[in-house]
Nanobody
């Protein structure tokens, strides 16, 4: 089982990035997949999730209207389009998979985790 996040980097405030998360080794269609992030000195938080079964989505208030999550089930890949990036978005971004949609914000219930990709937004 593998979740490989990529696409992070250094950008200036106001710019955009797209993160990708390539999944393998499990039934992608049967899971809800989400993005979490951990900023320096802060706890890891759920920011966006999507159900591979019906496309339901969740966004944290801090990213709503700026970030867009999507998935390509044929490629077993999750995406996060991040627009209007702010210095407060600086964090390591992780993708993770959970078998039940109702648990998308419960980190302890996520069965699989990627290693993370660093996003740095300069002011």
């Amino acid at each position: 089982v593998q979740l490989q996040a990529s696409g992070g980097g250094l950008v200036q405030a106001g710019e955009s990035l797209r993160l990708s998360c390539a999944a393998s080794g499990f039934a992608f269609d049967d899971y809800s997949i989400g993005w979490f992030r951990q900023a320096p000195g802060k706890e890891r938080e759920a920011i966006s999730c999507i159900s591979s079964r019906d496309g339901s989505t969740y966004y944290a208030d801090s990213v709503k209207g700026r970030f867009a999550i999507s998935s390509d089930n044929a490629k077993n890949t999750l995406y996060l389009r991040m627009n209007s990036l702010e210095p407060e978005d600086t964090a390591v971004y992780y993708c993770a998979a959970v078998p039940e949609w109702r648990l998308v914000k419960v980190q302890s219930k996520h069965r699989y985790w990627g290693l993370g990709t660093l996003v740095t937004v300069s002011s």
